[in-house]
């Protein structure tokens, strides 16, 4: 596959063939070399090929193979004559981070941290096919997925100010009449759970502040300070969703409008594509009403163990969605579908989509690392806007499969090498081996490149204490 050099982190797989436009792929060498261990750049050629995509076809620096788009992937479509793709989208919707800033210290927690895992295990339900504290009833979850994490906040579950912090304020406009019945019925126990595989909540410290000024409009005052990130989405139910219309999209249109079958994909404004998105936007609250409960389950246990219910939100992002967005494309200002599978949205200042309490700032922009490696809090950039329609990487981007950990790799040793770090871990040996540092790129690379290429800017780096996995 021809791959030509555009500069140190920008790379081109020239228009050719079927493709409707060039595919760009933003990594060092030391990335691509990971990039081109699997099918990645396959499939951003495919994407390329795709009826209405504007611009290019983008992959993020922590690109990896994944169904349909890569990981990593990131395409925008026209309104009129573009597709959405669930294959785009992904089967975890809204998969997303959220980020709380403490007023404690590291030496505030680290004698407590195991008693912290055991309580907020008991508390926040993890695992495959896990179940919530309580089961809603469908009009309950019918609810949920009209009103995403407001209604969280109008049960009790965190105050309104998490929702000024919120992407999409927590909520999405939806027509809960496109989500299936089995998709109810596989949401209805899990609001409230943390599901599995590379899911985590994580209590962290700030090891390193790059810009002292966004840090302080984010709530981070000083290196030291404890964070949590918390990384989960829209469980079973978005899952169905996928899973729904990817079947739907072959029955209608089968698959000769594409190169991989699992690109399926329907007209933007056709009745199925409009069914998929309202469908999809369901799930997209599902997810955000998810993680504001584990928000709000968290904030009591740090009061139980540490003392401290203290525990601001500074964002919550996502991954995993298409959306209607105005980019400049010959410079004018057209509306899009910009679709991003595990890739950050990344706006600079004065974007009205970003909350208000930012506006002038720009997007934080939450990127975490594998379990055992640091995360990272940016700041959304204008040039983003312009190279990758206001996209970045999401996370660290693996570089091995779970069936390969699970060949290679021991739990009880994953445990064993954290611990030598210092960092306390609560999981299954199973998903401790499945979610290994080793099996992702490096962490650091990817924020590099990110701020080098100018899609995303460092603020602090933060580095793990203790972990619950999935």
């Known amino acids: 596959m021809e791959l030509k050099k555009i500069n140190e982190f920008t790379w081109e797989i020239p228009k050719q063939g079927a493709m409707k436009v060039p595919a760009i792929i ?6 691509l070399e990971k990039i081109k261990q699997d099918k990645s750049l396959e499939q951003i050629k495919n994407v390329a090929c795709l009826k209405g995509i504007q611009r290019a076809s983008y992959a993020m620096p922590d690109a990896h193979q994944g169904y349909g788009f890569s990981i990593g992937g990131v395409a925008a479509f026209d309104m009129e004559e573009g597709i959405i793709s669930p ?5 975890d ?3 997303g981070v959220r980020m709380l800033r403490t007023n404690l210290k590291a030496d505030d927690v680290l004698s407590k941290r195991k008693q912290f895992l055991e309580e907020v295990h008991k508390e926040v339900p993890a695992g495959v096919g896990k179940k919530g504290i309580t089961r809603v009833s469908k009009d309950v979850l019918l609810e949920v997925l009209s009103k995403g994490a407001k209604w969280a906040v109008e049960q009790g579950y965190g105050v309104k100010e998490d929702l000024t912090k919120t992407e999409e304020y927590g909520c999405m406009s939806s027509d809960t009449d496109s989500v299936s019945e089995k998709a109810l ?3 209805m126990p899990q609001l409230g759970t943390l599901g599995a595989g590379n899911h985590f909540l994580e209590v962290q410290k700030v090891d390193k502040i790059f810009d002292k000024e966004t840090a302080k409009s984010f709530g ?3 290196e030291g300070q404890i964070t949590v990130m918390i990384h989960c989405g829209s469980r079973g139910l978005g899952h169905q969703v996928a899973s729904d219309y990817i079947r739907k999209m072959e029955d209608k249109y089968g698959t000769s409008n594409t190169l991989d079958r699992d690109l399926i994909n329907a007209p933007i404004q056709s ?3 409009q069914k998929y998105y309202n469908a999809m936007c369901a799930s997209v609250n599902f997810a955000f009403a998810n993680r504001q409960m584990i928000v709000h389950w968290t904030r009591d246990v740090f009061k139980k163990v540490f003392g401290s219910s203290d525990m601001t939100q500074i964002y919550d992002v996502c991954h995993n969605l298409a959306k209607f967005e105005k980019h400049k494309i010959d410079n004018e200002q057209v509306e899009v579908c910009v679709h991003r599978k595990g890739a950050t949205r990344s706006f600079g200042p004065g974007r009205k989509e970003i909350p208000e309490v930012y506006r002038k700032i720009g997007q934080p922009v939450i990127i975490p690392g594998s379990m055992g490696t640091a ?3 940016m700041v959304g950039t204008k040039k983003a806007e312009e190279i990758s329609f206001g996209s970045t990487a999401h996370g660290a981007g693996r570089v091995g499969s779970r069936s390969e950990a699970l060949r290679t790799l021991r739990g009880e040793q994953v445990a064993r090498d954290l611990a030598n770090k210092g960092i306390e871990v609560k999981g299954t040996w199973k998903g401790l081996a499945e979610e290994a540092p080793q099996m992702y790129k490096d962490i650091d690379e990817v924020v ?3 701020h080098k290429l100018g899609i995303g800017n460092m603020v602090c780096r933060l580095v793990p204490l203790a972990v619950m996995k999935g």
């Open 375 to 377: 995360s990272y809090l």
């Open 26 to 31: 933003y990594a060092s060498e030391k990335l």
């Open 448 to 450: 590099r490149v990110s």
């Open 87 to 91: 294959g785009g989208v992904g089967f």
């Open 185 to 187: 019925q596989r949401g």
């Open 271 to 273: 009745e199925l594509g």
């Open 220 to 222: 981070i005052d000083e």
């Open 93 to 95: 919707i809204n998969c």
